[in-house]
């Protein structure tokens, strides 16, 4: 039996392998592509409406208990959740 986890965008539960975790490191976030950084994560669908639902109410920050000012760097992690979404489709 797969972990069940948390989509800190919809709020939908999943199993593990169906969403990508997120970790801070260095006061930034950073997608963990193979789950096995260090720390605390949270969960998210691949999907640019789980990302953009997250961004919008500071989930990341209530769920990984860091400042809300803690952002992704730029566009990157845009393209890898992207890279995820188109992964998990098909």
Do not use: Y
């Not at 800190?8 to 789950?35: F, K, P, W, Y």
């Not at 994560?41 to 990302?51: I, K, M, R, T």
Request: proline share 8%; aromatic share 4%.
């Amino acid at each position: 039996m797969d972990p069940v986890r948390t989509c800190v965008g919809c709020r939908g539960r999943a199993s593990r392998t169906a969403l990508i975790r997120v970790v801070v490191q260095n006061d930034r976030l950073v997608i963990d592509e193979r789950a096995a950084l260090p720390g605390r994560g949270a969960w998210l669908h691949p999907s640019p409406e789980c990302l953009d639902t997250a961004l919008r109410r500071r989930a990341f920050a209530r769920a990984l208990r860091v400042p809300p000012s803690i952002g992704f760097p730029d566009a990157e992690d845009a393209q890898t959740i992207q890279r995820h979404f188109h992964r998990n489709k098909g």
